[in-house]
């Protein structure tokens, strides 16, 4: 009788602690980050990848922390990614310096000052609903949300309007430069000197003959060309680009739910709650990079001095710990705050805030033009649209849309709907 040998197949699931940090860049997290965050979360919350040489952060108690030891956690690696294609910004700045280029410009973007350019927000927003009001359907990416935020920074600025595609295409460009591919910083790069031969002449015309446009006020106040320039590129491609990516992710989170359209047609001031739980949930921006600017210990984990740390603001919206049921969007959840954006702090009356606009000294210097936009956006569509829908052949998802980019949202969004 022949020997034989047998063997059992191992059917034990896999140790989801071992992180293989080459999933960074594998097609599963581009379509869906979200569980490689969660073991994250549990295993390794303060992660050293040795393959990309850099530090993750994924849980919110610690990004909060991160967020707050500016001293520790400094804004290095902003002086490549986008100070690289928009020249210095207040992103690469700290202490004082930032205090003070950012002092320059915040207060046109936010209070009174901010809700005088109210009526721009809408009246561009009903134009662009009004090219489609009748046709009952609609690339709702497409034709409004990469539009309206361009357009409205744009009459806000004072900017001619008949030069749309150029500041489209130059903000595209921008973006897609902030990154470490060779070709796309190239042309990142030509379209950043087209910007400034454009900027020269506008400026020099505009201190000639001032207006009560943005760009006006702020050379009223003594803002030099170069930090206007700079400025307005910021703007463009922060507030174009986010603004833009948040208003579709919303769009496509809540006709993914008829009974959440019913409930925003029946009253429209369930926006603010719409919009906080996109921010929390799908927010555009999944991470902002730190540099740690001494040794720090973190979660009890020693980050060296000189590292790179990734800040995983999506992951931290998500921590089980201190949102319940964190992967369901669900704008009526009763441990969100969603009165306003919290750039202070993350914490009130009980309630935890999103850190979709990142939170301390370096939150996002739009944040309230993102919400007008998005909630004054969202009242104009509901004027025309009775009853909106994801059109059958929607496909689309939210998905990054190249590898290592931080910025993931739905590309086209199909919409039908009943012409009011």
């Known amino acids: 009788m022949s020997p034989t040998t047998s063997s059992t197949a191992d ?11 080459s999933d960074f860049d594998g097609a599963e997290f581009l379509a869906d980050p979200y569980p490689l965050y969660r073991r994250l979360r549990r295993h390794h919350p303060v992660y050293h990848d040795r393959l990309h040489n850099q530090w993750h952060v994924t849980r919110y108690r610690d990004l909060v922390e991160a ?3 500016e001293g520790a956690f400094g804004t290095r690696p902003h002086s490549y990614e986008t100070d690289g294609v928009l020249g210095p910004t207040m992103l690469s700045l700290g202490g004082a310096e930032h205090a003070e280029q950012r002092n320059l410009v915040s207060d046109a973007l936010v209070g009174r000052k901010l809700d005088a350019f109210t009526p721009i927000v809408r009246d561009v927003a009903r134009s662009l609903v009004d090219g489609f009001a009748g046709r009952g359907r609609v690339n709702l990416t497409q034709e409004f949300t990469s539009q309206l935020p361009i357009r409205v920074i744009m009459t806000m600025l004072g900017l001619p309007m008949e030069d749309f595609a150029l500041f489209q295409r130059w903000y595209q460009q921008f973006m897609m430069g902030m990154g470490w591919a060779d070709d796309t910083r190239a042309t990142a790069l030509r379209a950043r000197a087209e910007y400034e031969a454009y900027m020269t002449p506008f400026l020099e015309a505009r201190r000639r003959n001032l207006g009560e446009d943005l760009t006006s006020r702020l050379i009223r106040e003594g803002v030099p060309d170069p930090a206007l320039k700079t400025f307005v590129s910021l703007l463009l491609s922060g507030g174009g680009e986010t603004t833009d990516k948040a208003m579709g992710n919303m769009w496509l989170n809540v006709l993914q739910e008829p009974e959440l359209v019913a409930r925003l047609e029946a009253d429209h001031g369930l926006l603010d ?14 991470r902002e990079d730190r540099g740690a600017t001494r040794d720090v210990e973190l979660a009890g984990t020693l980050i060296p001095y000189g590292a790179v740390v990734r800040l995983w603001i999506a992951s931290g919206n998500r921590d089980e710990t201190v949102f319940d049921d964190p992967d369901r969007f669900d704008p009526f959840r009763g441990d969100l705050y969603s009165e306003r954006d919290l750039r202070a702090g993350y914490f009130r009356d009980g309630l935890f805030g999103h850190l979709g606009f990142g939170l301390g000294r370096h939150f996002c210097i739009g944040y309230q ?5 998005a909630i004054v956006g969202a009242e104009e569509l509901l004027r025309v649209m009775k009853s909106p829908r994801l059109a059958d052949e929607q496909m689309d998802t939210i998905r990054a849309r190249k590898r290592g980019s931080s910025i993931r949202s739905v590309g086209d969004l199909l919409v039908e709907f009943d012409p009011r």
């Open 11 to 21: 059917t034990s699931p896999p140790d989801e602690s071992i992180i293989d940090a």
């Open 67 to 69: 967020f707050r030891d």
């Open 273 to 286: 709650h719409y919009f906080s739980e996109t921010m929390r949930h799908s927010p555009p921006v999944h």
């Open 369 to 373: 033009l993102a919400r007008r936009e």
